[in-house]
């Protein structure tokens, strides 16, 4: 047995534009000619089930018939170099009939039975009055050399368009004929068969919509008549469709995968971006904390200066935001009595208009001979800030304090309304409550044995109710026992305590 693999048919496959294939089978019929010539009798849309569109892409050429006036513009725009008619053809030429337009199918027809099965089934039909050619009148016109094949499809009008031609003039090497009734597999009764085979021609194959005839002389290939198969190096126009539209997806893929790359790039720089900005941001965080601590020595510079404390002052700036230099050691270094003297002589005699100077006769505060004069100016300056910003902490206090008060005078103004008005709520309450202390009394003393403490204590208002019966004292013992009692035990305190 041979290792080697089968040679395979590499070549770009054909692609099928027929409803059944016709046009695989006339390609092979043909042996693959790429200069055929063909008559396309209701040739109907120029490419979508067209058995000679796929042809036409290879070099065939053609004349299309199309009595319907869209599908003849589309004929028109994208089959130019096809010889396009808009013509219906019969057997006889210059008769005016009717030819009825199926809107938006593949159903028109001149045949008036046909139209009213149309209608039957539900589709738009739309007349036409049209004046009749014949194929021979077509031939005629265009003086083809040769014609290849020859196609009728006119639903259920084939066999009045093949009575129309000059078979002695003109003959086709193939004719395929239109042989079943619309949308079945039923094949309609006609006497084309047996016509055709008077004018010398043989049927070759029936595909199950269209018989095919061969004229005498023409040889068909021993192939010819088998089904399309995968040999015929075809696909169907859907599948080219589906693959052109996958091979359009991968490349839009691979556009969008090289976009996602680049936007990766991008996401690269805009991070080492951000990197930047963040260490950026880092430094001026950093800044801002020297900014703030050369304020905050700035500040309490100013308050040891306001408070006269030279000893926290002279500590500050030695200890100051950054080291200090030499000579602003020196200068803040202890000076005698004759050096003090010597310097207030210099800066006298060298004194310009405008300039601070400090005099030898002026007192000296304690400490302040070790802080030079332009260095007093600035502290000055920053303590009278500090007194004018103390100032109006100052008010805005007083503001806010009056403010407080107002609200304080207000809440107790409703404290003493609300106070007035619980008082008066209360007031059956204390009523009730003196009553009650009485009765509790009462008790008590009965408790106790000593009825003169009882009546001691006891008005002379319930004097009456302590010579009652002893049910009369079960009763308020019940009443000191019940519940109600002990819940308004609040109550009393309250008023007991509103009393005082």
Known sequence: ???????????????????????????????????????????????????????????????????????????????????????????????????????????????????????????????????????????????????????????????????????????????????????????????????????????????????????????????????????DNFIPAEVAALRDANASLKTNFADAETYVHSLESERGVLVATTSDLNQHNRHLIRASHQSSTAAHFAREVALASIRGKMDELLAILAAGPMPLSQGQRRRLQPMSEQALEQVSREENATATPGQSVVKSSEPVAPGNELVPAELRFELLMARLQAMDAANSRLVNDIEDLRHENRRLLASTSQLQGENLSLRRALGPAYAVSEELSVIHSWLEAQREGDPSSRKRSVSSEHRIALEEPSDTERRLQAVYMSTSWRVTKPLRAVGRLLKR
């Open 1 to 231: 047995m041979s290792n080697q693999l089968p040679e395979l048919d590499c070549e770009k496959p054909f692609v099928s534009y027929s409803i059944n294939y016709e046009d695989v089978l006339i390609r092979r019929i043909f042996s693959r000619k790429v200069d055929g010539f063909f008559v396309d009798v209701g040739a109907e849309h120029p490419c979508l089930g067209n058995d000679f569109y796929s042809l036409y892409m290879l070099g065939w050429t053609g004349i299309n018939i199309e009595p319907n006036e869209h599908y003849f513009k589309l004929l028109k725009e994208h089959r130019p170099r096809d010889r396009n008619m808009q013509r219906a053809l019969s057997d006889v030429g210059g008769q005016h009939i009717v030819f009825f337009e199926v809107e938006n199918t593949g159903l028109s027809t001149c045949d008036e039975k046909q139209a009213a099965a149309s209608v039957d089934k539900g589709f738009k039909v739309i007349r036409h009055n049209v004046v009749t050619s014949t194929l021979k009148d077509v031939f005629e016109e265009a003086q083809p050399a040769h014609i290849d094949v020859l196609k009728v499809d006119v639903e259920g009008f084939e066999e009045r368009v093949l009575l129309g031609n000059d078979w002695s003039t003109y003959r086709p090497s193939i004719v395929m004929v239109e042989a079943t009734l619309p949308q079945t597999s039923e094949r309609r009764p006609t006497n084309i068969k047996h016509d055709l085979e008077k004018l010398g021609y043989r049927q070759i194959h029936f595909d199950g919509l269209n018989d095919i005839f061969a004229e005498k002389e023409f040889v068909v290939p021993a192939d010819a008549t088998m089904p399309p198969n995968v040999f």
